[in-house]
């Protein structure tokens, strides 16, 4: 055995004893993911499938005028109407004003919290119970420090339900129940040591993560060369097993780890970007709140044909005024009670139509903008940057989809010669650029989605078989980690028993 080798031997060996855990932790928390998703999250559907109909009778401000009232001054990129804590609200930025009295919402109390808490869950007061109110964020609302305080409630439903109000918005920002949680604590926390001592010191996470994946594709490797290198050493028992099931899967074993580094963004070309577009591209600037009228009852009812709106955006494309209304879906709304009792992620599924209304005419638009004029507005923004493609796609590409549906569908792309060869992708029915992609991008989404979650279009939309693959490979990586594991305490216990049976001589 040459001196190379056993050095190698013994790195793999003595590495591979703390790391061969991680990786059992990884692949068995990476099959749970598979199907309970990422951290527990109170989604946008399942948002507005809680809200309460939009009552239009008790508007009597306009936007310009709920702006006047709170001062806001300056126009603000985000503006939507809704009802916060069975009121009429405008939402300016961050600001919210109710739209019956131009009163500005101020930090609620616990007991305000609470009647949120009941209208969102459906259930009385007197079965939720204020926990306590949150300065710092805990395990589950590590991404919403900005909503700190947050009023934390437990409600007695039989679901283990806990929900957390914002104090600021009077809104449900963070929803988990006992099986979100479970799911979470084997699921998404261990695989990406999400553990908020941990996570919440952003650069000390990274640094682990990213240094713990690096040992990992270390100790990958030297298992694939001395897969080579120990071929003819007579493995017997768990270290063939070992042996064995380490050549089968190495090789996914490693890419998988590898990919998983990527996500961290290590190096710096994952953190190029491409070409800048103006933000108001498309829009032509933030809504306009002087061309939005006084709210008619009867104009909106002929609008909605009678539907219940949940929430009413305004929005500004091609330097036109409209109403994005996010209506209540008929079932939900026919059986509110039952809506509201309905299991959260079962609620979570329906999807909530949408209709685009002209604020100057009051009718709805259903045609898409024009191609001829969203080009001509991409040009005008990017002078000097040929455009080499543009073309309209009623399916999804290989940088631009979603296995559920989620995101819209037909979309205009168009691909730039500039030095990064980004890719626009643009909704023609509300103008606006949904996301692109530059070339290091591209490179990224298959080393990373294409390695580590097998996001190949001909395996990725094609389930149950996807599954399978998926979970055999898994399952494979398991299998040789768990082995190495045990081999690897067994080799550490033997010195130790050794010493402890001199010592008792």
Not at 153 to 159: A, C, E, I, P, S
Not at 300 to 305: A, L
Not at 317 to 332: C, F, G, K, W
Request: glycine share 6%; aromatic share 12%; hydrophobic share 45%.
């Amino acid at each position: 055995m040459t001196l190379l080798r056993k050095w190698l031997i013994l790195a793999h060996r003595y590495l591979g004893i703390p790391l061969s855990l991680v990786f059992v932790v990884w692949f068995v928390s990476g099959i749970v993911m598979m199907y309970a998703g990422g951290m527990p999250e109170l989604t946008p559907q399942l948002r507005l499938n809680r809200l309460p109909a939009l009552d239009i009778s008790r508007i009597n401000l306009t936007p310009h005028d709920a702006a006047k009232h709170a001062k806001v001054w300056s126009p603000a990129d985000s503006v939507s109407l809704f009802m916060v804590t069975d009121r009429p609200a405008y939402r300016l930025g961050t600001t919210t004003v109710f739209a019956d009295n131009g009163e500005v919402l101020g930090n609620i109390s616990a007991a305000a919290a609470r009647t949120v808490a009941s209208q969102f869950t459906g259930h009385p007061e007197e079965q939720i119970q204020h926990v306590g109110t949150l300065q710092q964020p805990d395990q589950w609302t590590m991404m919403y420090d900005r909503l700190i305080p947050l009023h934390k409630f437990r409600v007695d439903d039989g679901l283990g339900t806990e929900l957390y109000v914002s104090s600021s918005t009077a809104e449900v920002t963070v929803l988990t129940t006992q099986r979100s949680r479970a799911l979470a604590w084997i699921g998404t926390i261990p695989h990406w040591f999400y553990f908020s001592a941990l996570r919440l010191n952003h650069s000390l996470w990274s640094q682990v993560v990213i240094w713990t994946a690096t040992a990992g594709c270390l100790l990958a490797v030297m298992g694939l060369l001395l897969g080579v290198t120990q071929a003819r050493t007579p493995y017997t028992r768990w270290m063939r097993w070992h042996y064995l099931t380490g050549v089968v899967f190495g090789v996914f074993t490693l890419t998988w780890v590898f990919s998983g580094l990527l996500s961290m963004e290590p190096y710096a070309w994952t953190k190029a970007r491409g070409l800048e577009l103006p933000r108001d591209v498309l829009s032509g600037g933030p809504p306009d709140l002087n061309a939005f009228p006084e709210m008619d009852v009867t104009t909106w009812e002929r609008v909605t044909g009678g539907r219940a709106v949940a929430e009413l955006q305004l929005a500004r494309m091609q330097d036109e005024s409209y109403y994005v209304a996010r209506l209540i879906p008929e079932h939900l709304e026919a059986a509110k009670s039952e809506r509201l009792h309905q299991p959260y992620y079962i609620t979570d599924r329906v999807e909530s139509d949408r209709l685009v209304i002209a604020a100057k005419t009051m009718t709805v638009k259903d045609d898409a903008f024009t191609v001829e004029s969203v080009m001509d507005r991409l040009i005008a923004a990017t002078p000097g940057v040929p455009i080499v493609e543009s073309v309209m796609l009623d399916e999804y590409d290989s940088y631009y989809y979603s296995r559920r549906g989620r995101i819209p569908l037909p979309v205009l792309r168009v691909k730039f010669a500039d030095p990064s060869d980004t890719w626009v992708y643009v909704d023609p029915h509300m103008s606006r650029v949904v996301t692109s992609v530059h070339r290091s991008n591209r490179v990224e989404r298959w080393l990373f989605n294409g390695l580590h979650s097998l996001d190949f279009g001909f395996l990725y939309t094609s389930r149950p078989l996807w599954d399978f693959i998926v979970i055999t490979l898994s399952v494979g990586g398991l299998a040789s980690s768990g082995i190495g594991f045990w081999v690897g305490l067994k080799r550490l216990r033997r010195p130790f028993l050794r010493r402890l049976s001199e010592g008792s001589r």
